[in-house]
């Protein structure tokens, strides 16, 4: 699938989501290529956003992350469905458009997240947010 389909899709998918935090935050596309011959890794999301080398980036699985993060919510534009439906509907579509879905999070003040997966031409894609947790909120 071209970039411009994916990033199509997976902005119908999360119009109108909000991560839950002590910010709601937008999820915005996210899509990075691999040079040829390159692996990915981890460590590679850093690279992605410019952030200092040797940042530390955790990995979860899909449904571990949103757990910890108390799932998402919807805006006013609330189509009438649940949240969990909303979610489901989301990691349906994740997991349809992308392989080796996982969450990975370069912690900060503020924590940049990237939804990301293989996509069937090799290159990543994604989801791109924040999450924010007051000091006496985090474990």
């Known amino acids: 699938m071209e970039k411009d389909q994916l990033e199509k899709e997976l902005n119908q998918a999360v119009d109108g989501l909000l991560l839950k935090s002590d910010i709601e935050a ?3 596309f996210f899509y990075r290529e691999l040079e040829q011959g390159e692996a990915f890794s ?3 999301v850093t690279e992605w956003t410019g952030e200092a080398t ?3 980036v ?3 699985e899909l449904d571990e992350f949103f757990h910890e993060m108390g799932g ?3 805006d006013i534009r609330n189509k ?3 949240n969990e439906k909303r979610y489901q509907m989301l990691k349906s579509k994740l997991n349809d458009l992308l392989e080796d879905v996982k ?3 370069i912690h900060e003040i ?3 997240v990237f939804i990301l997966g293989k996509a069937e031409n090799g290159d990543y894609a994604g989801l791109r947010t924040m999450v924010v947790h007051d000091e006496s909120s985090v474990d």
């Open 110 to 112: 503020g924590s940049q």
């Open 58 to 60: 955790k990995t979860r």
């Open 42 to 44: 981890p460590k590679k």
């Open 26 to 28: 937008p999820f915005e």
């Open 80 to 82: 009438g469905e649940s």
């Open 103 to 105: 969450v990975y999070m």
């Open 72 to 74: 998402i919510s919807a």
């Open 54 to 56: 040797g940042m530390e």
